[in-house]
Structure formats: structure tokens, C-alpha cells
């Protein structure tokens, strides 16, 4: 379970931990997020079916909301004057600037939920 999460985390193949998940890393603000075809270390097919990771919506519409809430939290503990309006451009702001790692970990992690792993 928890070399799972670290795998998640690390963009690694969900299958053997080894090999990389993504064709290029992921970086702040916007970049095209691709998944491999096959993982660099175990030749695993990472592309199941045609728009397999279109299901990672779901897990990227979660981790986007608990971002909103973390946020939201964090913003809340921090501020002695609570504003709607700072409050929602913090949010904004920062999941734009998250987006693509967003992008990328809810892939990972809808592919952790279908590929057996080899690892543990
Ligand atoms: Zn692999």
C-alpha cells in the first residue's frame, strides 16, 4: 500500500515501480500530460484500451476538490479577515499552477486501481 502511494507520487509504472509512467515529467502550469505505451522497464502495455484514462477525470475531479478544501483550510487558519473573493483567486491560482501534476497523479493513480503490481 505504501509503495503504491510512493509510486503514485513518483509517476512510476504501476506495475513493476521501475519504469517511467509518463513520456516526459510533469512541471508547473500547463504541459500535455502522455502516458507511455509501454513501461521503459517491464514492456508492460500501460494503454489498456483507446481512451482508457479518460475514467482519471473522476480521480482528477477529486484530488481538484480536496485541493479546494485544503486550500480553502489552509486559507481560512492563515487569515485574520476571511474574503470569499482572496479565498476563490488563491484556489484558482492554485490549481492552475498544480494542474498538470494533477493531471498526471490522477492518471497514475486510476491506473493503480486496473494494473496488478509486481512489486511488493
Ligand atoms: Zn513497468
Known amino acids: 500500500m505504501m509503495l503504491t502511494l510512493i509510486n503514485i507520487f513518483r509517476l512510476k509504472c504501476p506495475v513493476c515501480g521501475k519504469g517511467e509512467f509518463l513520456e516526459s515529467r510533469p512541471r508547473l502550469f500547463f504541459k500535455i500530460i502522455r502516458v507511455r505505451d509501454r513501461c ?45 473573493l482572496s479565498c476563490f483567486l488563491w484556489i484558482v491560482g492554485i490549481l492552475l499552477a498544480l494542474n498538470t501534476y494533477i493531471n498526471a497523479w490522477s492518471k497514475a493513480i486510476w491506473a493503480s486501481f486496473f494494473f496488478k503490481q509486481k512489486f511488493e
Open 40 to 84: 521503459s522497464s517491464c514492456q508492460t502495455g500501460l494503454k489498456i484500451e483507446p481512451s482508457f484514462y479518460y475514467g482519471s477525470m473522476y480521480v482528477s475531479y477529486a484530488l481538484g476538490v480536496g485541493l479546494m478544501l485544503f486550500t480553502t483550510f489552509i486559507y481560512w487558519s492563515l487569515s485574520n479577515s476571511f474574503s470569499v
